[in-house]
């Protein structure tokens, strides 16, 4: 099992920056790949980007040129620092975790952008 803490959520006028935080626990030797999705009210989940155990990473076509994922060096924390926020990056972020078992998903951090 992984268990996933989110940090770094709040509210920043449009055009500012936040950095989110994800600390995973438990058994993290087996994770291969880290992301964050996110969900507006009444909107799907949907990914924005995700990192690999070699460092790729994948992002969501809005957020390109923006946003940057990046994992800790110990490997258990996952990082998405966020610049020109939009009001329509506001959501309800929320990390998660793959291993060869399963996924795993933490509870969420909200990103509120005003205009």
């Known amino acids: 099992q992984v268990q996933l803490v989110e940090s770094g959520g709040g509210l920043v006028q449009a055009g500012g920056s936040l950095r989110l935080s994800c600390a995973a626990s438990?058994?993290?030797?087996?994770?291969?790949?880290m992301g964050w999705y996110r969900q507006a009210p009444g909107k799907q989940r949907e990914l924005v980007a995700t990192?690999?155990?070699?460092?790729?990473?994948n992002f969501v076509d809005s957020v390109k040129g923006r946003f940057t994922i990046s994992r800790g060096n110990a490997k258990n924390t996952v990082y998405l620092q966020m610049n020109s926020l939009k009001p329509e990056d506001t959501a309800r972020y929320y990390c998660?975790?793959?291993?060869?078992?399963?996924?795993?998903w933490g509870q969420g951090t909200q990103v509120t952008v005003s205009a």
């Open positions: 990192i690999t155990d070699g460092g790729r990473t």
């Open positions: 438990g058994s993290i030797f087996s994770i291969y790949a």
């Open positions: 998660k975790a793959d291993d060869r078992y399963s996924n795993y």
